[in-house]
């Protein structure tokens, strides 16, 4: 089949190799419009758009994708299918209906379960066990459309969302592509999804990335994880902000008040409502990540300071 493949980050990669890969036809990548990046903030090509150009495909970045001249690009195309992984823009109800097979989403959860932006990290923090990827047709709803085919995927006791993103990214590539081929030969038909089970991710913001040290370890613990790398977990120390590696919880410890700061001479505990959490990495505001331990020596922590204090 005639695909066009529509993706922007990095987790979008892994899918449009295994499209270039299979017996279909990729005819042409729809990505975002190259972006400001980095610390000199200079205009960078999409990481999809990258790998497309290497691969001599044909790429379109439309400010919007029912810009006229896409949309004008798009028919001359004619493409069977349109598969997406995270393309980042929403599309027009026309350029849907375009294709004969519609527009083939891979999302990074089981449906109906976590429709929206941000569905890993919504799943860690939520403290999920178990997570997967989805295949389904795009329609007007959020993330609403039947679906074609599920992988799961078990969640680790120290998963990051950026791991578990990137494991989910590669795997979901072959549910992808294994879709594609099922819709090309008439195998494969879109079920409906159930009513049942229905649950919101939205993007995650700065505010959900904040720390509340009167909670519990488990509670810090998943928040963090499920916010690493973007928009990264932080709190307040001295009325300025303090970016939060991953945590873990010391069941062993004795006891602290919440957010109250343990320094000895390689580890940095923090109290919370249940046992205090060993910080591994911090940021400090407007410097470089580095070992809690070193930056604990540098700040000089006196007895009594704690975190979370603005």
């Given at each position: 089949?005639?695909?066009?493949f529509?993706?922007t980050?990095?987790?979008?990669?892994?899918?449009?190799?295994?499209?270039?890969?299979?017996?279909?036809?990729?005819?042409?990548?729809?990505?975002?419009?190259d972006?400001?990046?980095?610390r000199?903030?200079?205009?960078?090509?999409?990481?999809?758009r990258?790998?497309?150009?290497?691969?001599?495909i044909?790429?379109?970045?439309?400010?919007?994708p029912?810009?006229?001249?896409?949309?004008?690009?798009f028919?001359?195309?004619?493409?069977?299918?349109?598969?997406?992984?995270?393309?980042?823009?929403?599309?027009?109800?026309?350029?849907?209906?375009?294709?004969?097979?519609?527009?083939?989403?891979?999302?990074?959860?089981?449906?109906?379960?976590?429709r929206?932006?941000?569905?890993?990290?919504?799943?860690?923090?939520?403290?999920d066990e178990?997570?997967?990827?989805?295949?389904?047709?795009?329609?007007?709803?959020l993330?609403t459309?039947p679906v074609?085919g599920?992988m799961?995927e078990?969640?680790?006791p120290?998963?990051?969302?950026?791991?578990?993103?990137g494991?989910?990214?590669e795997?979901?590539?072959?549910?992808?592509?294994?879709?594609?081929d099922?819709?090309?030969?008439?195998?494969?038909?879109?079920?409906?999804q159930p009513t049942?089970?229905?649950?919101?991710?939205?993007?995650v913001?700065v505010?959900?990335?904040?720390?509340?040290?009167?909670?519990?370890?488990m509670?810090?613990?998943?928040?963090?994880?499920?916010?690493?790398?973007?928009?990264?977990?932080?709190?307040?120390?001295?009325?300025?902000?303090l970016g939060?590696?991953?945590v873990?919880?010391?069941?062993?410890?004795?006891?602290?008040?919440?957010?109250?700061?343990?320094?000895?001479?390689?580890?940095?505990?923090?109290?919370?409502?249940?046992?205090?959490v060993?910080?591994?990495?911090?940021r400090?505001?407007?410097?470089?990540?580095?070992?809690?331990?070193?930056?604990?020596r540098?700040a000089?922590?006196?007895?009594?300071?704690?975190?979370?204090?603005?």
């Open positions: 089949m005639r695909v066009l529509a993706g980050p990095e987790v979008a990669v892994p899918s449009l190799r295994a499209l270039l890969a299979s017996p279909h036809e990729v005819i042409g990548v729809l990505t975002r419009p972006a400001r990046a980095g000199g903030r200079r205009l960078a090509p999409s990481p999809v990258t790998v497309a150009e290497e691969a001599g044909e790429v379109l970045t439309p400010a919007k029912g810009d006229p001249d896409f949309r004008a690009r028919a001359e195309l004619a493409p069977d299918v349109c598969a997406v992984v995270a393309y980042g823009a929403i599309l027009p109800a026309d350029l849907l209906a375009g294709p004969p097979h519609g527009w083939v989403n891979l999302h990074f959860s089981l449906l109906p379960a976590w929206g932006a941000a569905p890993v990290q919504w799943a860690l923090m939520s403290g178990m997570t997967g990827a989805s295949t389904f047709q795009i329609e007007r709803g993330d459309g074609y599920v799961t078990t969640i680790r120290r998963d990051t969302a950026g791991e578990l993103l494991r989910l990214a795997a979901g590539a072959g549910l992808l592509a294994a879709t594609v099922g819709i090309a030969t008439g195998e494969l038909t879109a079920v409906p049942e089970g229905v649950s919101q991710a939205p993007k913001t505010d959900d990335a904040r720390v509340d040290f009167a909670t519990s370890a509670v810090i613990d998943r928040v963090i994880r499920g916010c690493t790398p973007a928009p990264g977990g932080w709190t307040t120390f001295r009325s300025q902000r939060l590696g991953p873990e919880p010391v069941p062993e410890a004795e006891a602290l008040a919440p957010g109250l700061l343990r320094v000895a001479k390689h580890e940095v505990l923090v109290g919370t409502t249940t046992v205090p060993r910080l591994t990495t911090v400090p505001h407007g410097k470089k990540e580095l070992a809690a331990a070193d930056w604990a540098g000089r922590i006196e007895p009594g300071e704690v975190l979370g204090d603005a």
